[in-house]
């Protein structure tokens, strides 16, 4: 990977747990904050950390239809590509884009809140794009747990250490408020809570009252961040597996067998097309061929078939609908206000 091991150390901590501090990743690694606050800046100045977002049980949040669709393209002209990318854009009801090279085109994920909506949200995509649709696999999504990215550091994942989102019947009664700061969170996923209260108009104390309340409640799970896989030499890949499910004690073999592994990311069991759906961070497509191949064959009594779809492109990717788009212009107003006021000040 073209990152020094400092960067993997911090990008480590960072994974684990996306709203720590600088000093207490100094104090993990044996640096100084203002040492590890300059390597973070320089990550995210080039745009190897895109950016940071809440982890959040959509069940939870009421959202319970979160379904995916593998879906295939055939007469598309780079016009029309560009067209249909940015209408999939815009539609915050589709919280997952992600452009593929395999059996699939592009994987997107519809959340909604019942059936109808999401039938209404599947509806309007056929109806001005079906005639470039050859192939729409569906996969509907059961609950996703998500490993630490433990190749970082050179480990494997120590069991039963995940975030999880879906999966639940439970449903958590929220406010405007916590909508709020969760909308703020899925933009923006290291926004400081003094800022939260600026764009929110509300105190900093009430902020923190809500924010521990969606966590203590297991709304928002972890705080995470996406990476530019091709700036820093890897690849990601989404790998589908048909599964014969005869054996429980084999299932959950399998399930440990991802847990531990250090490059499997996201473990998401399903139904429709597909039983299980993994995402796997890794160096080399030959290393990616070795671990299938290696499932293959530990697994060959309960694994059917096998798709690996490598993500050229990530447009979008969090597990929720961001219900207040417009709060983030809000901050960045405030942004710009304390650079101008920054300026002010250095010129008195």
């Not at 319970?64 to 249909?84: A, D, M, Q, R, V």
């Not at 996969?139 to 250490?161: A, C, H, S």
């Not at 879906?166 to 969170?185: F, H, N, Q, Y």
């Not at 078939?305 to 960045?332: C, G, H, R, W």
């Given at each position: 990977?073209?990152?020094?091991?400092?960067?993997?150390?911090?990008?480590?901590?960072?994974?684990?747990?996306?709203?720590?501090?600088?000093?207490?990743?100094?104090?993990?690694?044996?640096?100084?904050?203002?040492?590890?606050?300059y390597h973070f800046e320089q990550l995210m100045e080039k745009g190897i950390i895109k950016h940071f977002w809440a982890f959040i049980d959509y069940d939870k949040a009421d959202y319970s239809f979160f379904w995916g669709y593998w879906i295939k393209f055939s007469g598309l002209t780079k016009e029309k590509e560009n067209e249909i990318y940015?209408?999939?854009?815009?539609?915050?009801?589709?919280?997952?884009?992600?452009?593929?090279?395999?059996?699939?085109?592009?994987?997107?994920?519809?959340?909604?809140?019942?059936?109808?909506?999401?039938?209404?949200?599947?509806?309007?995509?056929?109806?001005?794009?079906?005639?470039?649709?050859?192939?729409?696999?569906?996969?509907?999504?059961?609950?996703?747990?998500?490993?630490?990215?433990?190749?970082?550091?050179?480990?494997?994942?120590?069991?039963?250490?995940?975030?999880?989102?879906?999966?639940?019947?439970?449903?958590?009664?929220?406010?405007?408020?916590?909508?709020?700061?969760?909308?703020?969170?899925?933009?923006?996923?290291?926004?400081?809570?003094?800022?939260?209260?600026?764009?929110?108009?509300?105190?900093?104390?009430?902020?923190?009252?809500?924010?521990?309340?969606?966590?203590?409640?297991?709304?928002?799970?972890?705080?995470?961040?996406?990476?530019?896989?091709?700036?820093?030499?890897?690849?990601?890949?989404?790998?589908?597996?048909?599964?014969?499910?005869?054996?429980?004690?084999?299932?959950?073999?399998?399930?440990?067998?991802?847990?531990?592994?250090?490059?499997?990311?996201?473990?998401?069991?399903?139904?429709?097309?597909?039983?299980?759906?993994?995402?796997?961070?890794?160096?080399?497509?030959?290393?990616?061929?070795?671990?299938?191949?290696?499932m293959k064959n530990i697994f060959k009594d309960i694994i059917r078939q096998v798709e690996i779809n490598e993500i050229y492109q990530m447009d979008k990717f969090t597990q929720?609908?961001?219900?207040?788009?417009?709060?983030?212009?809000?901050?960045?107003?405030?942004?710009?206000?304390?650079?101008?006021?920054?300026?002010?000040?250095?010129?008195?």
């Amino acid at each position: 990977m073209n990152l020094t091991e400092f960067d993997k150390k911090i990008l480590f901590e960072l994974d684990k747990d996306g709203r720590v501090s600088f000093s207490e990743i100094a104090r993990i690694i044996g640096s100084t904050p203002q040492v590890v606050k300059y390597h973070f800046e320089q990550l995210m100045e080039k745009g190897i950390i895109k950016h940071f977002w809440a982890f959040i049980d959509y069940d939870k949040a009421d959202y319970s239809f979160f379904w995916g669709y593998w879906i295939k393209f055939s007469g598309l002209t780079k016009e029309k590509e560009n067209e249909i990318y940015q209408d999939f854009n815009q539609n915050m009801f589709i919280p997952i884009i992600e452009r593929a090279d395999g059996y699939a085109d592009v994987f997107i994920a519809i959340i909604s809140r019942d059936i109808f909506h999401h039938s209404e949200i599947l509806q309007s995509v056929f109806s001005k794009y079906g005639q470039y649709i050859t192939m729409a696999d569906i996969f509907v999504g059961l609950g996703f747990i998500k490993f630490p990215r433990t190749y970082l550091v050179g480990k494997e994942n120590e069991f039963q250490k995940f975030a999880l989102s879906g999966g639940t019947k439970e449903k958590i009664k929220l406010t405007e408020v916590d909508r709020k700061i969760m909308s703020l969170l899925l933009q923006d996923g290291r926004m400081e809570f003094t800022k939260i209260a600026k764009v929110l108009g509300v105190s900093v104390g009430l902020v923190h009252k809500h924010y521990n309340k969606l966590e203590k409640n297991g709304v928002i799970t972890k705080i995470t961040y996406t990476i530019d896989y091709q700036k820093i030499g890897l690849s990601m890949s989404r790998v589908c597996f048909k599964i014969v499910q005869f054996d429980q004690s084999r299932i959950d073999e399998l399930y440990k067998f991802c847990c531990l592994h250090p490059n499997i990311i996201n473990y998401i069991k399903g139904m429709g097309n597909w039983d299980l759906m993994l995402e796997i961070e890794i160096e080399t497509r030959e290393a990616l061929r070795d671990l299938i191949r290696e499932m293959k064959n530990i697994f060959k009594d309960i694994i059917r078939q096998v798709e690996i779809n490598e993500i050229y492109q990530m447009d979008k990717f969090t597990q929720m609908a961001i219900e207040y788009p417009e709060l983030l212009s809000k901050k960045n107003d405030l942004v710009i206000e304390a650079r101008k006021e920054e300026k002010v000040e250095e010129i008195s």
